[in-house]
């Protein structure tokens, strides 16, 4: 039977968990995951772990933050002065908002603090610095 390699379209079925059993992604109710080996749609820690599978198999894999979202980059937090906000937006801890930058692309971040003078806003996606385990089963080499 044919195992997955670099340059397969696959599709997977997964299960996402951080270090303290919560899971924070799942495929299970919904189709597969397809993606292409080597193509950098997901994680690479993600991609090698499907490397050498068999359709049919299944695997648990830990996957260390540097092969997920990378670390935690302090230089992707920033304190906003309120001002800068519309009056009308009341940013609470939790929030992801979406920020245009001076380029015109718009990012993502996750409101960290909240004071009556500044908003602590992340940047960084919401699982970086963090290890990863996932129960991934190979459903179809396509």
């Given at each position: 039977m044919a195992q997955a390699k670099q340059g397969d379209t696959v599709k997977v079925h997964y299960t996402g968990k951080l270090d303290d059993g919560t899971v924070f992604d799942s495929s299970i109710k919904r189709d597969p995951l397809q993606f292409t080996i080597s193509e950098g749609r997901?994680?690479?820690?993600?991609?090698?772990?499907?490397?050498?599978m068999k359709p049919g198999e299944s695997k648990t894999t830990k996957i260390p933050a540097d092969k997920a979202y990378g670390p935690h980059r302090e230089e992707m937090v920033l304190e906003v002065d309120r001002n800068e906000f519309p009056e009308h937006l009341k940013p609470k801890v939790g929030e992801q908002l979406q920020v245009r930058q001076p380029n015109g692309k718009t990012i993502i971040v996750t409101v960290r603090d909240v004071s009556e003078a500044n908003v602590k806003l992340d940047a960084n996606h919401p699982l970086a610095g963090k290890d990863l385990t996932f129960d991934i089963q190979l459903i179809e080499i396509v």
């Amino acid at each position: 039977m044919a195992q997955a390699k670099q340059g397969d379209t696959v599709k997977v079925h997964y299960t996402g968990k951080l270090d303290d059993g919560t899971v924070f992604d799942s495929s299970i109710k919904r189709d597969p995951l397809q993606f292409t080996i080597s193509e950098g749609r997901v994680i690479p820690g993600f991609e090698q772990a499907v490397v050498g599978m068999k359709p049919g198999e299944s695997k648990t894999t830990k996957i260390p933050a540097d092969k997920a979202y990378g670390p935690h980059r302090e230089e992707m937090v920033l304190e906003v002065d309120r001002n800068e906000f519309p009056e009308h937006l009341k940013p609470k801890v939790g929030e992801q908002l979406q920020v245009r930058q001076p380029n015109g692309k718009t990012i993502i971040v996750t409101v960290r603090d909240v004071s009556e003078a500044n908003v602590k806003l992340d940047a960084n996606h919401p699982l970086a610095g963090k290890d990863l385990t996932f129960d991934i089963q190979l459903i179809e080499i396509v």
